[in-house]
């Protein structure tokens, strides 16, 4: 990797930041990141309080910020800056009343978080800009050399849309909140549906784009969705009636029906929630209750992803403007495959409005294909999860037996995993066979088929309802596991876990020679809180684990607010400094310590020196976090002790583990959604070695844009087997951000992060 450079701005460089449109959460940490960011590469920033209207109103409404402005708002919904519409920036005058008060303050570098509307109009007046310069010398307002000094207006947008309806960008800020929400009411809602053999119809946020009701859909176990990229057709009212009616049949006491508000049939006629209802209960004759979300899905605390990721986008829309100049195309920042990426401004807005055109036009496929290959994937998924097995079709291939097994620790959204390779494997025709107790159930024969029925409900379960041992077979107990496979005709196994389960499966592969029965397909899906497996960026559960971590950080935060406090929190992830990383960015900690980073005790005490400072001077709260396996002498228990060593009565210290709660509770919706994605990807390995006739062991995992499978016998060129990670680890290059971001006179410069431009899908 090259070595990253230092970021510096001009003299007298001056960056505003707004937020437009419908609130989103996780704007705030974008303006943090983009006001603290501006500090330290030495330029002033401004925020342009409520929106476009700030601008237009000028005077105190474009407010200098100083790096205290913007603390303790990396938790909180909405946006502290304030967004609203103005419909005065809709017109010339009110767009050249902005110009003037922009100048004025000499901004002429604005990041914009918004949704498509804000972003088109913010284009409009950038290419506007030079006519309004010239005007307000005309007027008298500015001298031919002050408009000199602002002869373009360089942008750069982030995209605040719970909605996620941003072509080009995987993720927009607010979206992965909105999915938290409406999953809590889904899980919520289903206990009680689940009580009283009910029918709830949950109307979600959308409009336009069915995200939010078809990945709620695949995650919360819905029996039916109602998008707007694939209208319903004649016949849906039977059709839907026919789904929750063999739903019930086949073992179903909760049926939960989505729908995106404004969703419409294919003749154009909206479909309200009650309308779907009373179809419901006049065809089945069940009580149907009505859910609607509404603003719920806006408000509240942003999920750790759109803290950590949107303080990225934040740091990267600086590092932008540094470099842009007024013959560049303005960009917007989005997130492909976790990195940074950079899409042509008016480009994303103009594919994006064009799926509406698509719908309108009853091009339902390309309306589906413009979201991306991952919607498009989901929705042949979701149809295949939520219909019953009634009307599964009858096999035309070989009849196969696949096993399904846990191993290592656990990790939230291994039910899900199984739930998925379960039900997508019974549409296949093949018999899905459940090993409870790992790798000792095997050799117990703790074998039993798993039906549609069986697995109901595991979705938002926690835990491993399989159950899940960290044991890694002995070659002694090989033989027992090969008569087990012979026992129970197993063609293929799929192996949920973590890296224990590797190395279990790495041993079989090398001893089949000894062991026929083991040449079979074996399939590794990666399953881990540590998010330390080769092969894979992501894992399953490392979601859940930092969003588990953030809930506790901000409660040792409030703890700690009446006082002034030192605390050191210990987090997961052995020699893999993951998930420190990312709950130091989600939770706001001023200093992390990782194994990778080969901590020095000549660092410490720079560190301790100004955290002493720092509380000298006022600050109220210090937030540490260490990974567990940070070092073999300089642990959480030695850097407390310094730290209260040099306190000298300024501050307290305290300091803990966070533990297994990290491993607890309902998977995140992006667990459950990889850990579908990744069982539906396994299935289709195994049946590739079928039809090849190979009895490979792999293992998968999303790299990048896709998802990959390499051979497990090659596994060590992959990973570090000293420290337990892998030799590729992606977030590195996320590590000088934190500081940034989160320690004023950090004493480290801003340095370039990598921005990818847009590539296909």
Known sequence: MATPQPLKAPADFKIGVLTSGGDAQGMNAAVRAVVRTALAVGAQPYAVMEGWAGAVKGGDAIKKLCWSDVSSILAEGGTVIGTARCPEFRDYEGRHAAAKNLVEHGIDHLVVIGGDGSLSGT???RGEWPQHIRELVDEGVLSEEEAAKHPALMVVGLVGSIDNDMVGTDMTIGADTALHRILDAMDQLTSTAASHQRTFVV?????HCGYLPLMAAVAGGA?????????VGPGWEEDLAEHLRLGREAGRRESIVLVAEGATDREGNVLTTQHIADVITERTGEDARVTILGHVQRGGSPSAYDRWMSSLLGYAAVQEMLSATPENTPNVLGVRHNRVTRIPLMK????????????EAGDYEAAQASRGVSFTTMVEINTILSTPPQLTPEPTEKPRRIGILHAGGLAPGMNTAARAAVRLG???GWTMLGIEGSWKGLADNAVKELTWADVEGWAFKGGAELGTRRDVPEVEQFYALGRAIERNELDALIVIGGLNAYLAVHSMISERDRYPAFRIPIVLVPASIDNNLPGSELSIGADTAINNATWALDRIKESAAATKRCFVAEIMGRRCGYLTLMASLSSGAEYIYLNEDDVTLNEIADDTKRMVDSFAEGRRLFLVLVNEAVSKYYDREFLASVYEAESDGKYDVRHAALGHLQQGGSPSPFDRLLATRLAHRALDHINNQFNRGESEGVYIG???NQIEARLVKNMFEDLDIRNRRPFDQWWRE????QRIVSMKDSG????????ADADPE
């Open 123 to 125: 284009d409009e007046f």
């Open 748 to 755: 480290k410069p801003a340095v370039e992060i990598s921005i």
């Open 223 to 231: 029996d039916y969705v109602f998008t707007p990229e694939d209208p």
């Open 426 to 428: 019974i549409a296949r």
């Open 348 to 359: 994303a807005v103009h594919d994006t409005r064009a799926v509406k055109h698509l719908i």
């Open 702 to 704: 999303q790299v990048r």
């Open 734 to 737: 996320l590590s000088p951000v």
């Open 203 to 207: 109307e979600v946020m959308g409009r």
